[in-house]
């Protein structure tokens, strides 16, 4: 299974600001109030231990529900723990979930019917950033999404509208083959963002600690991405399934809180007309668990 039409990375652009709006973004909003903090339910967090350290992936079941559902199926039966990262690309992906460490490899269940958008309704905790014509980006919990506005729900039968998930750094996809419908246990996260994907690839999470184990796992020199002797995942399970001991607690920043709105102003200020999602990392603190 791969990831069609994603070998050759764009041109990076240099972050550009003027020392005057460099000075601004280094000034930091003031501290989050206590209040203005959530946490991650231990059954929404996947805890992925790797070669290179550990990763957590906040999951979102209500994107793509049957995509979550089978992570935690594999993830609950040990199908993860020792298999591969056989595919990295640098500036683009780590791709891993192939038992075979070939990526023709796959999971016994069915594959699985494409979730690329999901229905918003009103009742979603959407937290907008930017309105571009006829659109809404923001963010639903972690995870970086484009929807269309609440004012076209008024005319759906449901009165919801459509949304998709965006390939920014340390989104979760899942790898297929050429048919929509062939995703099944593979999948990928980001190391940078790739917007070519939006709408293609199913976004079933987002890295909320860890993004830099992403980028630390070894990549191949090759455009092809396969990995020769690669880092691998020793032990992948539910927060909920690891002994209270061993169970990380994550707390995410609010997005609907003022503090986040403050980051977003500053750093659509720092980034101007460049200004997109993916420069915002909603704020993270993690604790063991007692």
């Known amino acids: 299974m791969t990831i069609r039409n994603t070998l050759m990375a764009a041109g990076l652009a240099a972050l550009l600001a ?24 231990p059954d929404s967090l996947l805890v992925i231990d790797t070669t290179k350290g550990r990763i ?3 999951l979102a079941p209500e994107i793509a529900p049957a995509h979550v559902e089978r992570i935690k199926l594999l993830a609950s039966r040990g199908f993860y723990d020792n298999l591969a990262w056989h595919r990295v690309i640098d500036w683009f992906m780590a791709q891993t979930g192939d038992p075979l460490g070939t990526g023709d490899g796959q999971s016994w269940y069915p594959d699985l019917k494409a979730e690329f958008t999901f229905r918003r309704g009103p009742d979603m905790a959407f937290t907008p950033t930017a ?12 995870l970086p999404v484009q929807t269309q506005p609440d004012a076209l729900m008024a005319g759906t039968a449901d009165r919801k509208v459509h949304g998709w998930g965006l ?3 340390g989104v979760a996809g899942m790898a297929r083959d050429e048919g929509n419908d062939t995703a099944n246990s593979q999948f990928f996260l980001m190391r940078q963002a790739y917007p ?9 999470g987002r890295v909320v600690v860890g993004l830099e184990v992403v980028r630390a796992l070894k990549a191949s020199p090759n455009p092809d991405g396969v990995v020769t002797d690669p880092d691998r995942m020793t032990r992948v399970r539910l ?8 169970r990380p607690a994550v707390q995410m920043l609010n997005t609907a809180s ?4 403050a ?14 999602v993916c420069d915002i990392d909603v704020p993270v603190r993690l604790a063991a668990a007692s």
Not at 19 to 41: C, Y
Not at 196 to 204: G, I
Not at 258 to 261: A, G
Request: aromatic content about 10%; overall charge negative.
């Open 56 to 58: 957590l992936v906040e």
């Open 239 to 246: 927060a909920s399934d690891l002994p209270a001991a061993e």
């Open 131 to 142: 309105a571009p014509a006829g659109a809404l980006i923001g963010f639903y919990h972690s």
């Open 263 to 276: 980051l977003v102003d500053q750093a659509r200020q720092a980034k101007g007309a460049d200004f997109s």
């Open 167 to 169: 390939y920014c750094p």
């Open 196 to 204: 070519a994907l939006d709408k293609r690839y199913t976004v079933w």
């Open 18 to 41: 003027s020392p005057a709006l460099a000075q601004q973004a280094a000034v930091p909003p003031p501290p989050p109030a206590p209040t203005e903090w959530r946490a991650v339910a």
């Open 258 to 261: 003022p503090t986040f709105r």
